[in-house]
């Protein structure tokens, strides 16, 4: 059975931890599908997929690009995609014609955004209003990387509460999950007790409603492996052990199929 924004709030009351995901093509998101609740085309494919240095670079056209592609090796697992920089802050308008585009053209069931209130709570609002689904993402937002950094966010009282507050306004906003990033444990479990939608962890320790990995970091491909994730494999070492062989035997006159 496939996987909705339904089932997905029975496993937050169920206490039925959420597995995902993130995917960036079409032969990788046929094997998440299988195992995982949500598949997300995160916005971190800018780095994975397509060699940026941060999130920023990438474009609405090129999300849809690997969106589609992405749906396509999808059957069962709920499908997310997240807005790229730039292409919501503006204004609402601009966040429903991209929100807009992003559901027409490859055929996700939601999109996820970075920040909490004031713009970004409205945005959620007018977005779920018109029947687009939303997720949100609080703590460290990737797309603000030139305002934070690239630290733990949520280490004093004050941007705690800010951080809580943002959560809760977004879940009032209509919003069907959030993304904790990199918070201290014992603020994303204060977070996930006071919501009624589910929490979505990375680097936000084990209290959380599920957890989210970048595939690349856990498979180990990514060149820069950010402290908070855990690698359950050196695929980058087996691809260099598997081309080295491949390359020696063609260079040894040994290839012969
Ligand atoms: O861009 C991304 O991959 C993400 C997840 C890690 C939450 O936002």
């Known amino acids: 059975m496939s996987v909705s924004l339904s089932s997905l709030q029975s496993a937050k009351q169920q206490k039925r931890p959420l597995v ?16 995982v609740d949500i598949v997300m085309v ?17 474009t609405l056209d090129q999300m849809i690009h690997h969106a589609s592609a992405v749906s396509r090796g999808v059957k ?13 802050q503006e204004s609402i308008a601009v966040a429903i014609h991209s929100a807009g585009r992003i559901l027409k053209e490859t055929g996700v069931n939601a999109v996820k955004l970075e920040g909490g209130y004031p713009l970004m709570a409205e945005t959620v609002a007018s977005l779920t ?36 507050s943002e959560a809760v306004s977004l879940e009032a906003a209509g919003a069907f ?44 491909l990514s060149e820069k492996i950010p402290p908070f994730a855990k690698p359950y494999l050196n695929l980058r070492e087996l691809i260099t052990q598997a081309i080295g062989q491949y390359a020696s035997q063609v260079r040894e006159g040994k290839y012969d199929i």
Request: a negative charge; hydrophobic letters at 45%.
């Open 42 to 58: 995160g916005d971190s494919l800018a780095m994975v997929a397509l060699g940026h240095s941060s999130t920023l670079p990438v």
């Open 20 to 35: 995902v995901l993130t995917a960036w093509d079409y032969t990788l998101a046929g094997i998440l599908d299988e195992i």
């Open 76 to 88: 069962k697992a709920f499908l997310v995609c997240d807005l790229p920089f730039l292409s919501y």
């Open 129 to 164: 209003s018109i029947g687009i689904p939303v997720m949100g993402h609080v703590g460290l937002t990737p797309q603000s990387v030139n305002r934070l950094g690239y630290r733990q966010q949520g280490k004093t009282q004050v941007e705690a509460q800010r951080i809580l």
């Open 177 to 220: 999950a959030v993304v904790l990033e990199h918070i201290p444990a014992d603020l994303a479990a204060t977070i996930t007790s006071q919501l009624n939608i589910p929490t979505i962890g990375i680097g936000a320790g084990k209290h959380c409603d599920g957890q989210v990995l970048v595939t690349a970091d856990l498979l180990g």
